[in-house]
């Protein structure tokens, strides 16, 4: 669903496909190593977060994600 490099788009299409099909508030991966861990809206306004805590050498070097869910706003 992201890029890491700017190069072209990383992970599966038809999840991507299914994500847009159903326009969830919030997309969370985290198998994608390489991916720049900033968070991304895809056009049908979902929030897509990669939360992998480690690079490609299996490395802790991303700090953990956070983010709160106000129940006002489901």
Known sequence: LGTADGNGPLGSLTIRDCVDAME?????????????????????NTLVVNVSLR????????????????????
Not at 27 to 43: E, N, Q
Not at 55 to 74: L, S
């Open 55 to 74: 690079d490609e050498d299996y490395k802790a070097v991303y700090r953990p994600y956070v983010f709160e869910i106000n129940e006002e706003e489901q």
């Open 24 to 44: 969830p508030k919030w997309t969370i991966c985290g198998h994608i190593h390489t991916g720049s861990h900033k968070t991304v809206c895809t056009d049908a």
